[in-house]
C-alpha cells in the first residue's frame, strides 16, 4: 500500500519561507505527475502545483513566482519550496498524484503569521 508522508511545516513570519517534503512509498512515484494540494480551515481542498513524470511543472495562480514543486526520483520525494509567504498561504498541505488518487497522508501545517 502506497503511503504519503509529508513534513516540512510550521510556523513562518509572512515573507519568510519553508520546504515542504513528501516521501512516497511504492513504485507508483517514478510513473505519476504528482501534485501538492492545501486546505485551509472551512474551506476546500485546493490544488497548489503539480509536476509531472518528464518535470513539467505548473501553478495554481495564488502561488505562481512564489513557490517552485520538485522531485527526486532518487529519494520517491516531492518538494514545494515556498517563498515570500502570506498569510493567506496558512493550511494544512498535502502530497497526491495529479488526480488525487491515493489516500490522504496526515498533512503538514503551515501557519503564517506575525
Known amino acids: 500500500q502506497v503511503q504519503l508522508v509529508e513534513s516540512g511545516g510550521g510556523l513562518v513570519q509572512p515573507g519568510g519561507s519553508l520546504r515542504l517534503s513528501c516521501a512516497v512509498s511504492?513504485?507508483?512515484?517514478?510513473?505519476?505527475?504528482m501534485g501538492w494540494y492545501r486546505q485551509a480551515p472551512g474551506k476546500p481542498r485546493e490544488w497548489v502545483a503539480l509536476i509531472t513524470s518528464g518535470g513539467l511543472m505548473n501553478y495554481a495562480d495564488s502561488v505562481k513566482g512564489r513557490f517552485t514543486i520538485s522531485r527526486d526520483y532518487a529519494k520517491n520525494t516531492v518538494y514545494l519550496q515556498m517563498n515570500s509567504l502570506k498569510p493567506e498561504d496558512t493550511a494544512a498541505y498535502y502530497c497526491n498524484t495529479a488526480g488525487s488518487s491515493l489516500a490522504w497522508g496526515q498533512g503538514t501545517q503551515v501557519t503564517v503569521s506575525s
Open positions: 511504492g513504485s507508483i512515484f517514478s510513473r505519476n505527475a
